[in-house]
């Protein structure tokens, strides 16, 4: 099953920021506090609060909260909905010119308008 349309673009809207597909990288190692991956990407932690925000909003993170520190780690099934959304389009990958050799093909093939094939 693929995710909503809503899901995708909350998902694709998160990782169109440089700073948060690094944040994403990271957690995909283990998991960090907020501060840690705001000395990592030397942001302030304003600037990596709005990170997360949007990151969590969009199900790729998770926030675990132990004593004062917040920790955070990657959301697995959130990737996976992407990865599905993308599989999707696999059964018609190839290479780019195979592609566009085959739809010459068919256009040659396909009739002309007033029932005549194209040469």
């Excluded at 990407?41 to 969590?56: D, F, M, N, V, W």
């Excluded at 920790?71 to 010119?97: P, S, T, V």
Aim: no cysteine; aromatic share 8%.
């Amino acid at each position: 099953m693929t995710p909503s349309q809503s899901v995708l673009d909350n998902i694709f809207e998160a990782l169109g920021n440089q700073h948060r597909r690094e944040i994403i990288y990271a957690l995909s190692l283990q998991p960090h506090s907020i501060t840690q991956l705001a000395v990592m990407r030397e942001l302030s932690l304003p600037a990596i609060h709005k990170h997360i925000k949007i990151l969590e909003h969009a199900g790729l993170i998770s926030n675990k909260k132990h004593g004062r520190t917040h920790f955070l780690a990657i959301n697995r099934q959130a990737l996976l909905a992407l990865q599905e959304w993308l599989m999707q389009y696999h059964a018609y990958w190839g290479n780019d010119k195979e592609t566009l050799v085959n739809y010459e093909h068919y256009l040659k093939k396909k009739p002309a308008k007033g029932g005549e094939k194209k040469k």
